[in-house]
Nanobody
């Protein structure tokens, strides 16, 4: 069984930073693309950031580009999301997910392409 656990969320003021962690068990992170999605209150889950299985490519939504950085530590089977210059609109539950296919050439940015999800970690940015 694959288990995905996010951590690192919390309350931060506008302009602050948080670092989210995603620990995966039952599946080697090194073989799969990993992504971060977020779901603001009352809204649909949306793509935030992704990193390829080999770590060579990263992708970001326009709303977080330049402020967020996704990285991975395959030795720890962990993916990170460094969030800087946080804004109130970043308030959401942040989810970590693994790609359905191993060693995929293209990094997907839609929820349907990811099969295992964590329970999410709440990020709240005060105005």
């Amino acid at each position: 069984q694959v288990q995905v656990v996010e951590s690192g969320g919390g309350l931060v003021q506008t302009g602050g930073s948080l670092r989210l962690s995603c620990v995966v068990s039952g599946r080697a992170v090194s073989a799969f693309h990993m992504a971060w999605f977020r779901q603001p209150p009352g809204k649909e889950r949306e793509f935030a950031a992704a990193i390829s299985w080999n770590g060579g490519r990263t992708y970001y939504s326009d709303s977080v580009k330049g402020r967020f950085t996704v990285s991975r530590d395959n030795a720890k089977n962990t993916v990170y999301l460094q969030m800087n210059s946080l804004k109130p609109e970043d308030t959401a539950v942040y989810y970590c997910a693994t790609d359905r296919w191993s060693y995929r050439s293209t990094v997907p940015t839609t929820t349907a392409n990811y099969d295992y999800w964590g329970q999410g970690t709440q990020v709240t940015v005060s105005s």
